[in-house]
């Protein structure tokens, strides 16, 4: 089970945050806080997987982002390096070959896309193309009431005038 | 509409968020977009609501309160449109977690959504549901969720699948209503719903075995053939990765077999033929690849023994280890450490390869590699084995150093073929790392010595010659100070030569060299101080010609501004100076101490070592910071009324340290049991080992009021328990600390009226039980015990019940105790008055069991133990 998804980067900014177990929001800044240290100071040519607090933290870093998970130790850190590399391909397909700026200002795309990714912990799809597609239907249906309240709002400009 | 919300959108917040130069500028932009969102949230405002929860996501990733945004969440999730919806339940699932009583309130929400038409709708509440869902939530909405396992979209099944997981984690008790629904997931094609259907199945053997036994019955068979079925399967661009169809699928069937096939010997044979052909056919070249064989040992490893099978998977592991990816070796290695309880020979093949790894690089690798290796030794590895990890710790980096020391000093005390591998082998790691040494191993590394009497000589040449060369190691040079007060003579007269040694010659001035710089440095602490001072006094006595030396480096301490140092050179000086006719007795060496005794006392007072070595610092009466438990239990770890004394044992320790029962003898000078307590522990430094009526005769201008030896006495007793608090501890002016050390021989005037000082009866690590005593006037046969508690932890204890019992001779009465809460961290204590009577008085004295409960954290605790430590004469 993955506890937890963090996104930090280089500099140790959070760019995404993913509770699956419940942390108290004190803990959570001092896990956040603890993690980078951790993480960011390790060397290139290390293993992805830091021992911390009986888990296991799996990370991987692309560009100026690490992607870190949570798991228990007896889980396969192998896979969820996979699962992590999915992830942002999935990203990179979604936003055209992602980058950083892009998680800043779409962060609740990013979490959208987690969320068809991840649920409790657990991978709920190994399709890049299925997550891809709900993520475009959702979108669209967002699209689409939105266009429908701007005419409403036309149309009542319209006829108030 | 609010002037404010209308102003900046999410976008432009985030610029002029990352626009800022210092943290200050920061705060000021996201304190004024908190209050327009605020602004907003109280004029209700719909048309932004949208964008003000965005924003108020983004400010919470950056670490700032937003509590105030959680209703709004709620709001949006009620609203009727999809986006709000959207934005809500990410909110939702952001700003809240599952202990908030808010979360209570959107049970109804989910439940209508849950029922929404809109498919996606649908979705997002599995989603939020199946994220943060609470154990009540579980209860109420687990129905709703069974139902939708059988949606007619595959991406509805999926979520429900999941959020079930979620829900029988929290509740376990409604696993049995899945169990069928769950089943009838594993036949689907749709990899979505097959690999969430699979993970639910796992989960749900996980918390019922009804539910193992029924999947292990009926679905094992369909399980083997998906997974045969997949791994067969041709190219399927959708969900290939590396060449492989769905890792994440495989390695999902991979782990549900292993539930199944755990403790079940049929079920396990059924899924020999597939799990050697996964091992077999899997392309080990990309991570993929190498996920699914890790998982694929895991499963052969767990399910019941089939020989062939595990070959296979040892050799995968090996494979693994010479891999050239760190990811792979760490993966070997933690893999390893799960096959060691079923083949450790085949793991001990691979033992090279290990230890090479504990050298590595990286921190994670070197961590797994030395646990392996720990487990690995045995009485016929353990010499080669101990001799790569004591190599490897001269380079090792610093930070592995304290983990790397512990190991070794584990292995060579668990598996040491010989005394004098064991002391050759700690002294290496003393010289090493000799700082990253516990008290515990150098303590047991003394009396390891004493009781190697053929090697008295040989440990201390050799531990003279280290400390010319690692000097600056603080632990070993404590060591050899220690060896060379109680074996000098050895190491000058080359006594107990052993044919190995390099021959050397050391002059007596030489040894006491060791001693006097070790005592100058700067770096040594006040244990390590106190313990040359006692060296430097045992040497006075063995070498007679450098006495006059010694004393010039020990009176330099009698202006030392540590009162324990002020106080030993005081009285140490006093015994070079003026007793030389007693000394050499005094200073005797010091008696075999009991191996066995030592080993199993250490083994009951760990966690109370750990937590005088954790506890805060103790302020000694003069101000000086002392951070080590008092030097005086450190010197042979005498932390004895640190740690409740089983009673069967009866005896005290530091008897069965000087191998003498010492209380007939001190008896007879009628001194109070209190003395005798901070006098046995420096009757024991000094080695005395014979009866002190001998001294008693010869110092009588040491006889002095006792009430000022009490009060020194009791200086010296708050060292020796470090935990007490030591605030109301001074020396009064005038009284002259070194007399107090012989004052316990001396008779106590006739015409004394009996006075009896408090004792301290019980302490363990948790509590502590003083007891103030007081007689009636007139009746010498009762007495009336004041029992103060109290607490030594940060928990405060409830329910708090002392109760006492008493042989028959003795008479008991129990007054109630003030409060039966006891405050925490010895804020105030408890008091209970005791009246007993003693009907053998003058013949008996006191003795009393005593057994305390209480709750700590809303744990019972019971602590019992024996107090015979009374004054003599109630």
Known sequence: MIHFVLLISRQGKVRLTKWYSPYPQKERTKVIRELSGLILTRGPKLCNFVEWRGFKVVYRRYASLYFCMCINQDDNELEILEIIHHYVEILDRYFGSVCELDLIFNFHKAYYILDELLIAGELQESSKKTVARHIAAQDSLVETAKEQASSLSNIIAEATK | ?874
């Open chain 2, 1 to 874: 509409m609010n002037p404010f919300s209308s102003g900046t959108r999410l976008r432009d917040m985030i610029r002029s968020i990352r626009g800022c130069k210092t943290a200050a500028e920061e705060r000021a932009v996201v304190r004024k977009e908190c209050a327009a969102i605020r602004a907003a949230v109280s004029e209700n405002d719909q048309d932004y609501r949208h964008r003000n929860l965005a924003k108020l996501m983004f400010i919470h990733m950056l670490g700032y309160p937003t509590h105030f945004g959680q209703m709004e969440c709620l709001k949006s999730i009620a609203s009727p449109g999809f986006p709000e919806k959207r934005i809500g339940y990410l909110g939702l699932m952001l700003l809240l977690d599952e202990r908030q009583e808010v979360l209570m309130l959107v049970t109804n929400s989910i439940k209508q959504d849950l029922n929404h038409t809109n498919q996606y709708i649908v979705g997002l509440a599995l989603c939020a549901l199946g994220n943060i869902c609470s154990a009540e939530m579980a209860r109420d909405l687990a129905p709703e969720v069974e139902r939708l396992l059988q949606f007619r979209d595959p991406n509805i099944r999926k979520k429900a699948a999941l959020c079930t997981i979620r829900i029988i984690r929290k509740v376990p008790d409604l696993a049995e209503n899945f169990i069928n629904s769950a089943a009838s997931l594993l036949k689907e094609k749709h990899h979505g719903v097959l690999l969430t259907g699979v993970q639910l199945c796992t989960d749900l053997c996980k918390v019922s075995s009804e539910a193992l036994e029924y999947f292990r019955k009926k679905c094992t068979e369909g399980v083997v053939k998906v997974l045969k079925d997949l791994a067969n399967s041709p190219y399927a661009p959708e969900y290939d990765i590396a060449g492989i169809t769905d890792p994440f699928l495989h390695i999902r069937l991979l782990k549900f077999l292993r539930v199944l096939g755990q403790g079940d010997v049929d079920t396990s044979d059924c899924m020999n033929d597939i799990l050697a052909q996964v091992a077999t056919k899997t392309e080990p070249n990309k991570n993929a690849g190498n996920a699914i064989l890790y998982e694929c040992v895991a499963t052969i490893m767990s399910i019941e023994d089939n020989g062939g099978l595990r070959v296979l998977a040892i050799n995968i592991l090996g494979r693994f280890l010479s891999n050239r990816d760190n990811n792979i070796r760490y993966v070997a290695l933690n893999m390893l450490m799960r096959a060691i309880t079923v083949d450790s020979q085949a793991v001990q093949r691979h033992r090279a390869t290990i230890l090479e790894c504990v050298k590595d690089s990286d921190a994670s690798i070197r961590k797994r590699a030395l646990e392996l290796v720990y487990v690995l030794v045995n009485e016929s590895n353990v010499k080669p084995l101990t001799k790569e990890l004591i190599d490897y710790l001269e380079v090792s980096e610093p930070e592995f150093r304290g983990d790397l020391t512990a190991k070794i000093c584990s292995i060579v005390e668990k598996f040491s073929p010989e005394k004098i591998w064991y002391i050759d082998q700690m002294l290496k790691v003393l010289s090493e790392a000799g700082n990253y040494v516990k008290d515990e191993v150098w303590h047991a590394l003394i009396v390891v010595t004493t009781n190697a009497s053929n090697l008295h000589g040989y440990a201390v040449r050799s531990l003279y010659r280290l400390v010319q060369t690692a000097g600056d190691q603080e632990i070993l040079v404590r060591v050899a100070v220690w060896c060379i007060g109680e074996y000098g003579d050895m190491l000058v007269n080359n006594t107990g030569f052993l044919d190995m040694e390099e021959p050397i010659t050391v002059t007596e001035s030489d040894a006491v060299d060791v001693v006097e710089t070790a005592i100058k440095r700067h770096s040594s602490d006040l244990t390590s101080r106190a313990m040359c001072l006692v060296a430097l006094l045992k040497l006075s006595s063995r070498f007679p010609s450098c006495s006059v030396r010694i004393n010039d480096v020990i009176v330099q301490y009698k202006g030392s501004l540590v009162l324990e140092l002020q106080q030993r050179a005081l009285e140490f000086s006093a015994i070079v100076d003026k007793h030389r006719n007693i000394r050499s007795t005094l200073v005797e060496r010091m008696p075999v101490l009991d191996e066995a005794t030592y080993s199993g006392r250490r083994a009951g007072s760990v966690p109370a070592v750990v937590s005088t070595s954790q506890g805060a610092p103790i302020n000694l009466p003069n101000g000086v910071a002392k951070t080590t438990s008092a030097p005086l239990v450190d010197l042979l770890d005498l932390s004895s009324d640190d740690v409740p004394v089983p009673s069967s044992s009866g005896g005290d320790f530091l008897q069965d340290l000087l191998g003498v029962d010492l209380s007939p003898s001190l008896s007879q000078t009628d001194t109070n049991q209190a003395q005798k307590r901070g006098t046995d522990v420096l009757l024991d430094l000094l080695s005395i080992g014979t009866p002190p009526a001998q001294s008693n005769s010869s110092i009588p201008e040491m006889v002095s009021p006792s009430d000022d030896s009490k009060s020194a006495i009791n200086v010296l007793e708050q060292l020796s328990s470090p935990s007490a608090p030591a605030g109301g501890v001074s020396t009064p002016p005038g009284s002259s600390p070194m007399m107090d050390l012989l004052d316990g021989f001396a008779p106590k005037p006739e015409n004394n009226v009996p006075a009896y000082p408090s004792i301290v009866a019980f302490e363990s690590s948790t509590l502590q039980v003083t007891f103030n005593f007081s007689k009636q006037p007139g009746n010498q046969q009762t007495t009336i015990i004041e029992a103060n508690f109290s607490n030594k932890t940060f928990d405060a204890y409830t329910d708090f019940i002392f109760q006492a019992a008493v042989p028959k001779f003795l008479q008991l009465h129990l007054d109630p105790a003030s409060s039966d809460t006891l405050p925490a961290s010895g804020n105030g204590s408890i008091s209970q008055k005791l009246r007993i009577t003693n009907s053998q008085h003058g013949k008996k004295s006191l003795v009393m069991r005593i057994r305390i409960g209480y709750k700590s954290n809303n744990k019972d605790m019971l602590e019992e133990g024996q107090i015979n430590n009374f004054p003599r004469g109630l």
